[in-house]
């Protein structure tokens, strides 16, 4: 295993910090040889196999391609929760973990009735689901891929989230979205202008769906307008608006929010102090 541990090190040198190294060859130990990271520093001298090297190798190779390790083994974990991921969606960032969190820990009422546009993965519908348990939790996307594997993570995680396919804009929503009305209404929409693509990775620009990453440079705020609008029809009375943001448009959004009658707007950093969350009662 030492040989193989070298293997991997030295053919990501050039294309990943030492740190994020570590990582992932703790993580295709774990998934590849079925080794528990806490029992892989006692198993150096661990002889693998044919098939394990090869299978390793093969995992290397694509990550030479910048393909993302949680696209190549299909999962993640959010929240303490385990996710399937694919490229039909956005692989969950920290960033979103904490707005959860925030969520989780403000949200003390019994039977809400919570609203997830662009669920992608589900993974915020699915984890305030799990962690709300009285909540009654609804989530709707465009994508019928992206839908599929938030039914499956569902799942998964046993529990219940009621999933509807409708693009936000257009001019009619389904049926079912027209008789609840909601306590929350929570999204992570596409944030990043085309004039900051050149700024990504290669693993997000190259594997991560484009539809769901980006907005025109002319319009950056469309999709928080948009769920503004919405929630005016589709929040109760001091409803509450949660949204994670481009840390570049803060401002802005807050303005438009305000202009649409939306009060006790709070504007706050992520943990690496950057504004990233907005959050406004109606």
Known sequence: MNEIITYIRKSLETQYPLEEIRSLTQWILE????????????????????????????????????????????????????FKVSPDVLIPRPETEELVNRIIGEQTASN???????????????????????????ALDNSEEALKIAQYNALHNEVAVQFIQTDIFASKLPDSLLLPVFDLIVNNPPYVTMREKATLKPNVLAYEPHQALFVPDDDPIRFYRRIAELGRDKLASNGLLYFEINTLFGEMICRMLEQKGYRHIELTRDLSGKERFIKAQK
């Open 112 to 138: 809400l009735r919570i609203l997830d546009i662009g669920t992608g993965s589900g993974c915020i519908a699915v984890t305030l689901a799990k962690k709300l348990t009285e909540a009654d939790v609804y």
């Open 31 to 82: 998934k590849v040889c079925n080794l528990p990271r806490h029992q892989q520093i006692w198993c150096k001298d661990k002889e693998l196999s044919h098939t394990e090297k090869q299978t390793i190798q093969t995992i290397v190779q694509r990550l030479q391609k910048s393909e993302p390790i949680q696209y190549i083994f299909g999962e993640t974990e959010f929240y303490g929760l385990p």
